[in-house]
Protein backbone atom coordinates (compact mmCIF):
# COMPACT_ATOMS: atom_id res chain seq x y z
CA UNK A 1 0.00 0.00 0.00
CA UNK A 2 1.12 3.30 -0.77
CA UNK A 3 0.40 6.53 1.25
CA UNK A 4 -0.18 10.07 -0.43
CA UNK A 5 0.58 13.53 0.97
CA UNK A 6 0.14 16.61 -1.42
CA UNK A 7 0.91 20.05 -0.56
CA UNK A 8 1.80 23.46 -2.32
CA UNK A 9 -1.63 24.81 -2.26
CA UNK A 10 -2.41 28.18 -1.54
CA UNK A 11 -4.34 31.52 -2.99
CA UNK A 12 -2.86 33.10 -5.74
CA UNK A 13 -4.04 35.64 -8.51
CA UNK A 14 -5.33 35.01 -12.09
CA UNK A 15 -2.49 34.74 -14.14
CA UNK A 16 -0.18 33.18 -11.39
CA UNK A 17 1.44 29.87 -10.92
CA UNK A 18 1.56 27.38 -8.09
CA UNK A 19 3.42 23.97 -7.90
CA UNK A 20 1.99 20.78 -6.14
CA UNK A 21 3.75 18.32 -4.79
CA UNK A 22 3.05 14.57 -4.09
CA UNK A 23 4.88 12.90 -1.58
CA UNK A 24 4.33 9.03 -1.93
CA UNK A 25 5.67 6.38 1.45
CA UNK A 26 5.20 2.74 2.03
CA UNK A 27 6.03 1.86 -1.50
CA UNK A 28 8.07 2.60 -4.40
CA UNK A 29 6.99 5.69 -6.51
CA UNK A 30 8.43 4.16 -9.80
CA UNK A 31 5.98 1.08 -9.58
CA UNK A 32 3.01 3.51 -10.33
CA UNK A 33 1.06 5.34 -12.63
CA UNK A 34 0.26 8.46 -11.17
CA UNK A 35 -2.13 11.33 -11.41
CA UNK A 36 -3.76 14.63 -10.75
CA UNK A 37 -7.53 15.27 -10.00
CA UNK A 38 -9.52 17.98 -9.03
CA UNK A 39 -13.12 18.86 -7.58
CA UNK A 40 -14.67 22.32 -7.14
CA UNK A 41 -17.49 22.69 -4.84
CA UNK A 42 -20.78 20.63 -6.03
CA UNK A 43 -18.79 19.64 -8.99
CA UNK A 44 -17.40 16.07 -10.06
CA UNK A 45 -13.52 15.24 -9.69
CA UNK A 46 -12.57 15.93 -13.27
CA UNK A 47 -9.09 14.62 -14.49
CA UNK A 48 -6.40 16.99 -14.94
CA UNK A 49 -3.00 15.18 -15.54
CA UNK A 50 -1.30 11.66 -15.65
CA UNK A 51 2.36 10.17 -16.10
CA UNK A 52 3.51 7.03 -16.58
CA UNK A 53 5.84 5.13 -14.28
CA UNK A 54 8.97 6.40 -16.26
CA UNK A 55 7.78 9.84 -16.87
CA UNK A 56 8.09 9.50 -20.46
CA UNK A 57 4.06 9.96 -21.22
CA UNK A 58 2.00 12.46 -19.98
CA UNK A 59 -1.48 13.41 -20.35
CA UNK A 60 -3.88 16.38 -19.78
CA UNK A 61 -7.24 17.29 -19.39
CA UNK A 62 -8.62 19.52 -22.00
CA UNK A 63 -8.85 22.38 -19.50
CA UNK A 64 -5.57 22.60 -18.21
CA UNK A 65 -4.04 21.20 -21.33
CA UNK A 66 -0.64 23.97 -22.27
CA UNK A 67 -0.90 25.62 -18.63
CA UNK A 68 -0.02 22.47 -16.76
CA UNK A 69 2.85 20.14 -16.40
CA UNK A 70 3.31 17.42 -14.83
CA UNK A 71 6.26 15.61 -13.70
CA UNK A 72 8.29 12.93 -11.42
CA UNK A 73 11.53 12.26 -9.38
CA UNK A 74 10.92 8.65 -8.85
CA UNK A 75 14.36 9.06 -6.94
CA UNK A 76 12.46 11.47 -4.01
CA UNK A 77 9.09 9.58 -4.69
CA UNK A 78 7.53 12.54 -5.92
CA UNK A 79 5.40 13.74 -8.23
CA UNK A 80 4.70 17.84 -9.31
CA UNK A 81 2.05 19.51 -10.81
CA UNK A 82 3.37 22.93 -12.22
CA UNK A 83 0.28 25.07 -12.82
CA UNK A 84 0.68 28.62 -15.18
CA UNK A 85 -1.53 31.29 -15.91
CA UNK A 86 -4.06 30.07 -13.29
CA UNK A 87 -7.74 31.30 -13.73
CA UNK A 88 -10.75 31.53 -11.41
CA UNK A 89 -12.78 28.55 -12.66
CA UNK A 90 -9.22 26.34 -11.87
CA UNK A 91 -10.08 26.58 -7.96
CA UNK A 92 -10.54 23.58 -6.71
CA UNK A 93 -8.97 20.74 -4.14
CA UNK A 94 -6.46 18.88 -6.19
CA UNK A 95 -5.88 15.32 -4.92
CA UNK A 96 -3.06 13.04 -6.16
CA UNK A 97 -3.76 9.66 -7.31
CA UNK A 98 -1.52 6.36 -7.81
CA UNK A 99 -2.76 3.32 -10.07
CA UNK A 100 -0.46 0.16 -10.33
CA UNK A 101 -1.89 -1.59 -14.04
CA UNK A 102 -2.21 -0.25 -17.11
CA UNK A 103 -5.54 0.83 -16.95
CA UNK A 104 -7.37 3.79 -18.48
CA UNK A 105 -5.55 7.17 -16.55
CA UNK A 106 -8.43 9.37 -17.66
CA UNK A 107 -10.71 7.20 -15.17
CA UNK A 108 -10.27 8.30 -11.23
CA UNK A 109 -11.96 5.04 -10.54
CA UNK A 110 -8.94 3.10 -11.73
CA UNK A 111 -6.45 4.68 -9.34
CA UNK A 112 -6.21 2.55 -5.81
CA UNK A 113 -4.88 4.93 -3.76
CA UNK A 114 -5.71 8.62 -2.98
CA UNK A 115 -4.16 11.60 -0.53
CA UNK A 116 -5.52 13.96 1.02
CA UNK A 117 -6.11 16.59 -1.13
CA UNK A 118 -4.77 19.86 -0.96
CA UNK A 119 -6.44 23.53 -1.58
CA UNK A 120 -5.81 25.84 -4.57
CA UNK A 121 -7.81 29.07 -4.79
CA UNK A 122 -7.33 31.61 -7.56
CA UNK A 123 -9.16 34.86 -6.86
CA UNK A 124 -10.01 37.06 -10.05
Known amino acids: QVQLVESGGGLVQAGGSLRLSCVAS????????MGWFRQAPGKEREFAAA????????YYGESVKGRFNISRDNAKNTVYLQMNKLKPEDTAVYYC?????????????????WGQGTQVTVSS
Open 97 to 113: AAMQYLRDVFDRAQYAY
Open 26 to 33: GRTLGNYR
Open 51 to 58: ISRSGGNT
